[in-house]
């Protein structure tokens, strides 16, 4: 502050500049005396100004009387401070599964609330199971500011996410299992359904899995083998070199998926792995690897995610809708890396799906055909009470067509729900397409949004690229992240 200071000894005003400043969220307080100040004020007017600023509470009278007697100008002195609250902790979630393989429970609060990517959470339950359990926010301890206010933070509560298969406990501090099942973290809830168990691994002595629901794999899918489901699919070990599709569901992998160069793992929602090696991924929705992505070609309707202290994509070609967010990408070693989102089909996946259509025209065609015959042969046979022996054996070959031409049209179906680029189930239209470097990314990192594109000439650290118009942008990833 800045204005005449009234001494109570004198009806007439003077001049003496003295400035009382509220710091450090008002638990201390300085006075400032300007270098022109002259005369230096007096006792009495600076104590005038501190309680016309209405500090009240630590006021050190010592150091008023040093500020007067040592006449300290052009520098600020602290002459009161408060006492600071002490903030109340903010509730954590414990993830309590994998204790009977040896496996301690794991702190998922950073996961919980999007600090970190959600990495893979499952896990086989009995009824009335403990999942996971709240570690309560604390209120914290009050603390008083320079002008005899009380404050205190209160730490942030995280609701328990529970979805359905799921109940609270009496005291809302645990999830527990409703039902017996496999537990999951699944859109931003735990929830537990009844799944196909499959023990050990799927491998030569068990051969392909096929479900109409979800599966759970306690251990691997090993090279050469399929797995393929309508719902989620769970695995406790890893993917080698083998197919793994859901066409409708979640493929959570526990490790990782170590590709072999020949693993395809495609998902009509999400794609969630500890690592992706050597391996072509697909999902209509995010791919998120809790560690890292090697020497991959990896396509997700909208995300590619990988964030942790590993989080790095190196080698190969990752394709996002919407955004790639990670921490490192590329090597040292200049590794060919590319990133691109917003992308255009090549022209080889326009030209396959052109053949795919072409191919479905011509099963529904012949499969009508056949059906239609094989009906008037059957009304023919119920009516006559029987068929000439060459009809009965033309309706038997047309039976077995008929079966032959529903697992091709059920197969070209399947192809169909293959194909990632038909975006995410959610509406992300108004998303700004971006890559987002959280640490380093290095030289000979390709970089492409649409039909912009650049190529990293040289080492930069938490970046941003993302498009404004027909321009493609790069910043500071807080300040690009601000005005995305």
Not at 48 to 77: F, M, N, P, R, W
Not at 337 to 344: C, N, R, S
């Amino acid at each position: 502050m800045n204005e005449p200071i009234k001494d109570s000894k004198s009806a007439e005003m003077v001049t003496r500049p003295i400035e009382v400043k509220i710091l450090n969220d008002g638990y201390q307080a300085a006075l400032f005396v300007p270098k022109e100040a002259n005369p230096f004020p007096s006792m009495k007017q600076i104590y005038l100004a501190i309680e016309h600023a209405k500090v009240t509470y630590g006021i050190d009278d010592q150091a008023v009387d040093s500020l007067v007697k040592k006449q300290i100008k052009g520098k600020l002195l602290v002459f009161a401070k408060g006492k600071p609250p002490v903030d109340g902790g903010g509730a954590r979630l414990i993830w309590n599964l994998g204790s009977e393989d040896g496996v301690p429970p794991a702190d998922i609060t950073d996961q919980a609330t999007g600090a970190t990517s959600i990495t893979a959470l499952f896990g086989r339950v009995s009824k009335g199971q403990q999942i996971l359990s709240k570690m309560p926010s604390t209120e914290g301890v009050e603390g008083i500011t320079v002008f005899g206010e009380s404050k205190a933070k209160a730490g942030v509560d995280i609701p328990i996410p529970a979805g359905e298969g799921t109940y609270l406990s009496s005291d809302e501090l645990t999830l527990l299992a409703s039902s017996r099942g496999i537990a999951s973290w699944s859109g931003g809830k735990v929830t537990v359904s009844d799944v196909k168990h499959i023990n050990g691994s799927v491998d030569s002595q068990r051969g392909d899995i096929k479900v109409e629901g979800s599966v759970f794999i306690e251990k691997d899918v090993r090279a050469g083998f399929r797995v393929e489901a309508v719902g989620d699919i769970y695995i406790g070990g890893n993917v080698e070199g083998a197919d793994v599709y859901s066409r409708s569901g979640n493929v959570v992998v526990r490790n990782g998926i170590i590709g072999q160069n020949r693993a395809r793992v495609l998902s009509g929602r999400n794609i969630v792995a500890g690592f992706i090696q050597d391996a072509t991924i697909g999902a209509k929705q995010d791919v998120k690897a809790s560690r890292y992505i090697i020497n991959s070609a990896v396509t997700a309707g909208r995300h590619i995610i990988a964030l942790s202290r590993e989080g790095l994509i190196r080698g190969g070609t990752c394709f996002a809708g919407k955004k790639i967010e990670i921490r490192v990408g590329g090597s040292d070693g200049r590794i060919p890396t590319e990133l691109k989102v917003g992308f255009t089909p090549p022209e080889s996946a326009l030209k396959a799906r052109s053949d795919l259509r072409a191919d479905q025209r011509h099963n529904r065609m012949e499969l009508a055909y056949v059906q239609k015959r094989a009906q008037f042969l059957t009304l023919l046979k119920e009516h006559a009470g029987g068929l000439a022996e060459d009809k009965e054996a033309q309706l038997q070959e047309l039976r077995k067509k008929e079966k032959a031409l529903l697992e091709q049209h059920y197969h070209l179906n399947s192809k169909e729900s293959e194909g990632t680029d038909g975006g995410a189930e959610t509406d992300v239209k108004t998303e700004v397409e971006s890559i987002r470097i959280h640490d380093t990314v290095f030289p000979e990192v390709s970089l492409a949004i649409g039909n912009l594109g650049t190529t990293v000439s040289k080492e930069r650290k938490k970046v941003m690229w993302f498009r404004v118009g027909e321009t493609m942008k790069m910043g500071p990833l807080n300040s690009a992240t601000r005005k995305a």
